[in-house]
C-alpha cells in the first residue's frame, strides 16, 4: 500500500522560512517522479513544484519560483519542499504527490498517488 507522509507545516511569520518533508513507502521509490500541490482555502489545487526521478530536473510555479526548492533523497524515500520568503499568499495545506510516468508534470490528474496534506499558514 503506497503511503505519503507529510510533515513540517506550521504557522510562519512572513519572511520566514519552512521545510516540508514528505515519507514515501509502499512503492519504488527511485521510479517516481514527485510533487508538491496546495490549495488555499476556497481555491482549487495548485502545482507549487515537481522533481524528477533522479533529482536533475525540477519544475516550478512562476508564484514560487526563486523562493521554494524541491529536492529528493531516493536513499531514504525523501522528498523536501524548503520554502524561503514565505508571503500570507503561501497559506494553504501542502500536498505530496507520486507520478509513475515519464517525465516531470504539473497537472494534477498526472499524480497516481497524494499524501493527507500539511497545513502552513504564514502570518503577515
Known sequence: QVQLV?????????????KLSCAASGLTFSTYAMGWFRQAPG??????AAIG?????AYYADSVKGRFTISRDNAKNMVYLQMNSLKPEDTAVYYCAADD?????TTIRQYDYWGQGTQVTVSS
Open 101 to 105: 510516468t515519464l517525465g516531470v508534470h
Open 53 to 57: 526521478w533522479s533529482g536533475g530536473n
Open 43 to 48: 481555491k482549487e489545487r495548485e502545482f507549487v
Open 6 to 18: 507529510e510533515s513540517g507545516g506550521g504557522l510562519v511569520q512572513a519572511g520566514d522560512s519552512l
